[in-house]
């Protein structure tokens, strides 16, 4: 690089440019996390103090228009502490880590825990626990420079920039970072972690073509940079010129970031305690939840697992339950809901601890396949701006976006508008036809990791066109 | 795009926070994202000041031809109640420095926690460091429109009770007391309501000589109310009832929540006996409590200059508006009584502030005049890309102050003022426009809401739905939802109300930007009529 001698004055890797910024280090270690906690703990005059300790660096690089438009790295941490006295709780958050602020947040959330009325919910604090192995943190990804992050940009840019008619805008988001729970009744957890993200959207300049990809993974290493920029290139070349075609029911075979952007909303459904009292798609008519009952189709299996190669999430929840393999749907029979600590002891259940990633099992079949099969249907990218319309049902509207392409006698034959769908992810599971290999996905808002397969389903709702590119 | 819950506990940064606090997966509890404490402290005013001039002062040293610093507190002090009984309590205080750097045209951004001048000195190196990086991928360099400097500047938005000094057990009270005249209501059978309180001490400090300090105060009221059926066949709900403001307790105290909650309670019930809607069109009257939502995502949205241009193609979307020269005077939006405003001035609006976070002084102007796109929302920089459209109208190319971050540790951008469907001129209200019509629905307070990556195709649904025939209203509805294609939409517009049907709808949690950034946002409006809109029956079995 010719420009290489001002990159001499830049800090060499993530962590160093943390460190800078944070003395005690942007990724605080167990020792410390723990010594930490201890330390809360005796300042404490509650009945049961709890603490949760995070801290990490964040770095991006944001680019539109085919340059690099803002960017930046962040360094945080906070310590969140609960006080608890008999049924009276209350939190405070600080992220000034110095002794005296933390003895202010524990005065505090004391203070209010006492003014607070009683949460007759209240559950005493967990004790020790143990907790599945993972390692979610890899050095690939907490050493990158600035410089390395501008030259994953140049994968998409440099090639836009060449073709003349193109523009692209993307997002390369790094982090690194740690976690830690403890309380007065001897519960220790901790965990760090590092993350890397990348969305590209490249647009044609005549305004007809969009095409999309994104990848995500702990592992730097494992964003296949420039095959994820060609992708998106072609996907905007070969959505120019879309035309229009009614809307109506229509076989779809959703590739897997439409599928994630759909059936993880159904995630945020499965809560035990809505089920039970009535107010849930899965609540059953008559009273109680439909555990055990058939809700899609006998090939669909849904679970989380922090230790999953696909996933590698933090194995506790926010309370410091353990989490491990928990499977939601088990060939399309509903397995298991989650269950709170309270709701559990109230149900006569076990807690399910609150999962930190959902993943639909993939199968076999390829998307060339799916195609080849296909006499009339439609192939979509990736869905946008989902929001709920009915919980009844998790029925859920939203358009498709950045690729949506006819399939003719199994072959695709035109680029096609868009649509806006009405659509519950049980209704699609239940009209499924074909399920191919699962895939992390990256278009998760940062939401935490989401593994899905592309799959093929017969009836997909589409209720009205879009002029949007 | 205004965010679901689920996102902006996300993207609080707080969720684990939040998870540990509150300890649940059902969405009655997972409000605890937003939480506040008092426990940090900023340093004095003076060290402020010194703090600033530090980072500034070294991005400048190591190469920066602009720079500005944002050092921050951020509060938020929650209470959440359902049923008869306190789910969260909860205080955040969060402090910290966010300094950005133009070197060679090109944007850098470094933000620590650290408050010492060791912290933020690092902070301003790593902005310079991560600009000078990212050289290699500048195509055009940035260039900054003028922006008169305010040496000593200070602003307090318009509250008369700071909510924080009000008592945990009264807060509390309030919503207990609430949420038993809900449950009065036979079929009733959970409410969840809570407060939300926010208060910010933001300092601005820039090479161009501001030195500005604000104080914003704004508080938010969830409440939802959930009827079932008594065979657990169908359930309803009635929410969103109170819209947020930039305001402080007085606002709490005026929304007389024991006095209406039984009123809402017989919305939520009433719903479970409504009818399910025929598909077809119908004239809807759509009351400011709905339509401010329909404004936000098809007119705030779109007239957004950066979304515009392109720079937000990877998240957000771009706009049908555009490009901005086949646009500015020549395309109509609706008809000739529609006037939209920005603005960051009015009281009580949820973007109202006495500086954007580029030390501009915000002006009022008209993004729709006349039914004609007439303008965009604009910070420094983007100002400069519309200098042809302002030299043909006799204006300076100046920003319109809409630069914003919603904490020290994002990077600003341009974020929507006040965007305000302006009154019309006659004293109509939304009973006249009822009584005006013979086959229709009004809709008031807002509900499911989704619009395309351009903004042309949105769907909106509602909390409450009256059936009107004959000028009347003959009954409630359920399972409705309109579907719109923008520009015919509002051009379909044929009433409008007068000012003192006038109302400011809102919400605190509207995303924009990667790392996304969540942001309060406020429309003022008055109850309009829309002419054979497309309706559709929400309630799908299979």
């Known amino acids: 690089m010719s420009r290489s001698g001002t990159f001499r004055e830049a800090p060499r890797r993530l962590l160093d440019a943390a460190a800078a910024m944070m003395p005690d280090g942007a990724v605080m270690p167990r020792e410390q996390a723990q010594a930490l906690i201890e330390k809360v703990v005796k300042m404490s005059k509650a009945d049961e103090i709890s603490i949760n300790v995070t801290s990490g660096y964040q770095a991006d690089l944001r680019f539109a228009a085919n340059q690099v438009s803002t960017s930046g790295g962040v360094v945080n941490g906070q310590v969140g502490i609960q006080s608890t006295f008999g049924k009276k709780h209350a939190a405070a958050v600080t992220n000034d880590l110095s002794d005296a602020s933390l003895r202010r947040a524990v005065e505090q959330s004391e203070a209010l825990a006492k003014l607070s009325p009683d949460d007759p919910e209240t559950m005493p604090g967990l004790p020790s626990q143990t907790y599945v192995p993972v390692n979610g943190y890899f050095d690939s990804t907490a050493n990158l420079t600035p410089e390395d992050r501008a030259r994953a940009a140049l994968t998409a840019l440099e090639p836009a920039r060449k073709a003349g008619d193109l523009k692209a805008a993307g997002f390369i988001v790094v982090n690194a970072g740690s976690n830690a729970i403890g309380n007065s009744k001897g519960l220790f957890a901790y965990n760090r972690s590092t993350n890397a993200n990348y969305t590209l959207t490249v647009r044609t300049d005549d305004g007809t073509g969009s095409g999309w990809s994104g990848a995500e993974h702990p592992d730097w290493k494992q964003l296949d940079f420039s095959g994820l920029s060609a992708h998106a290139i072609e996907k905007a070349r070969l959505s120019r010129n879309p035309v229009a075609i009614e809307p109506g029911r229509y076989t779809v075979i959703l590739e897997p970031q439409a599928v994630g952007d759909l059936v993880q909303l159904m995630g945020f459904a499965l809560a035990a305690r809505n089920a039970d009292e009535g107010r849930s798609a899965f609540s059953k008519q008559g009273g109680g939840n439909k555990i055990g009952e058939q809700i899609v189709d006998k090939r669909v299996t849904i679970f989380s697992d922090p230790q999953d190669p696909q996933i590698l999430a933090q194995p506790y929840d926010g309370q410091g339950l353990p989490l491990s393999r928990q499977v939601w749907v088990e060939n399309g029979v509903l397995k298991q809901l989650f269950y709170s600590r309270f709701w559990a002891q109230k149900q006569g259940k076990q807690p399910t601890g609150f999962p930190s990633s959902i993943k639909l099992e993939g199968g076999t079949t390829s998307v060339d396949d799916m195609i080849k099969s296909t006499p009339r249907g439609i192939l979509v990218t990736r869905l946008w701006y989902l929001r709920p319309v009915d919980p009844r049902t998790i029925l859920f509207t939203g358009l498709t976006r950045d690729g949506t392409f006819l399939i003719e006698n199994g072959k695709i034959s035109k680029s096609i508008k868009n649509f806006r769908f009405n659509e519950s992810p049980l209704f699609l599971l239940s009209n499924l036809e074909a399920l191919g290999p699962a895939v992390r996905i990256g278009g998760t808002e940062q939401g935490g990791p989401v593994v899905m397969p592309t799959i093929k389903a017969k009836d997909f709702n589409f209720t009205s066109l879009s002029d949007a590119v | ?542």
């Open chain 2, 1 to 542: 795009m205004k965010k679901t819950r689920r996102d902006f506990l996300k993207q609080t940064g707080l969720a684990a926070a939040a998870v540990a606090a509150t300890g649940a997966f059902s969405p009655t509890k997972s409000y605890g994202g937003l939480l506040a404490t008092r426990a940090a402290e900023m340093p004095p005013d003076d060290t402020v000041r010194a703090l600033m001039m530090t980072a500034i002062n070294t991005a400048k040293s190591a190469g920066a031809s602009y720079s500005d610093v944002r050092i921050g507190r951020y509060r938020n002090s929650i209470v959440f109640t359902r049923e008869q009984q306190i789910v969260n309590t909860a205080d955040v205080d969060n402090i910290g420095a966010g300094v950005r750097a133009l070197v060679d045209g090109t944007w850098g951004f470094g933000a620590s926690k650290t408050l010492t001048t060791d912290g933020v000195a690092a902070a301003a190196r790593e902005a310079v460091a991560i600009a000078k990086a990212n050289r290699i991928a500048r195509d055009q360099p940035v260039q900054l429109t003028p922006v008169q400097s305010y040496p000593n500047a200070s602003w307090t938005s318009s509250f008369k009770i700071d909510p924080f000094t009000i008592p945990i057990e009264q807060r509390a009270d309030l919503l207990l007391k609430a949420n038993a005249e809900a449950l009065k209501v036979k079929g009733v059978r959970f409410v969840n309501s809570g407060l939300l309180f926010v208060k910010e001490d933001r300092n601005f400090a820039s090479t161009e000589g501001s030195v500005i300090s604000q104080t914003i105060v704004r508080v938010a009221v969830p409440f939802t109310i959930t009827a079932v059926a008594p065979d657990n066949s169908d359930f309803q709900t009635r929410g969103n009832v109170v819209a947020p403001a930039g305001r402080g307790w007085e606002y709490v105290l005026e929304q007389d929540l024991v006095g209406n909650a039984g009123k809402w309670a017989e919305q939520a019930v009433q719903k479970l006996a409504g009818k399910s809607v025929d598909v077809g069109r119908y004239d809807l009257v759509l009351h400011p409590t709905h339509l401010w939502l329909t404004i936000h995502e098809s007119i705030a949205h779109p007239t957004e200059l950066d979304r515009a241009l392109g720079y937000e193609a990877n998240y957000a979307g771009t706009s049908f508006v555009a490009p901005p020269e086949k646009m500015l005077g020549k395309f109509r939006y609706g008809p000739e009584f529609m006037n939209i405003q920005g603005d960051r001035s009015q009281p009580g609006g949820c973007a109202t502030i006495g500086y954007d976070d580029e030390g501009v002084k915000p002006e009022t102007f008209l993004l729709i005049k006349n039914g004609l796109v007439n303008d965009y929302q604009t910070t420094r920089e983007q100002a400069a890309w519309l200098k042809w459209w302002y030299d043909s109208q006799g204006k300076p190319a100046r920003s319109h102050g809409c630069s914003n971050a919603d904490s020290w540790g994002t990077v600003q951008f341009q974020r929507m003022p006040n965007v305000s469907l302006l009154p019309g001129a006659k004293d109509i209200s939304y009973e006249d426009i009822i009584a005006a019509t013979d086959r229709g629905i009004a809709i008031e307070g807002d509900g499911s809401f989704s619009i395309d990556q351009q903004r042309y195709n949105a769907q909106f649904g509602g909390q409450v739905f009256h059936e009107i025939k004959g000028g009347k209203i003959v009954g409630q509805l359920k399972d409705v939802a309109y579907q719109m294609r923008t520009p015919d939409f509002w051009n379909s517009m044929d009433m409008i109300g007068g000012q003192k049907s006038y109302f400011m709808g809102g919400a605190f949690n509207d995303g924009k930007g990667q790392p996304p950034q969540s942001n309060a946002v406020s429309h003022g409006c008055v109850p309009s009529r829309f002419k054979n809109i497309n309706v559709i029956n929400t309630g799908r079995k299979a």
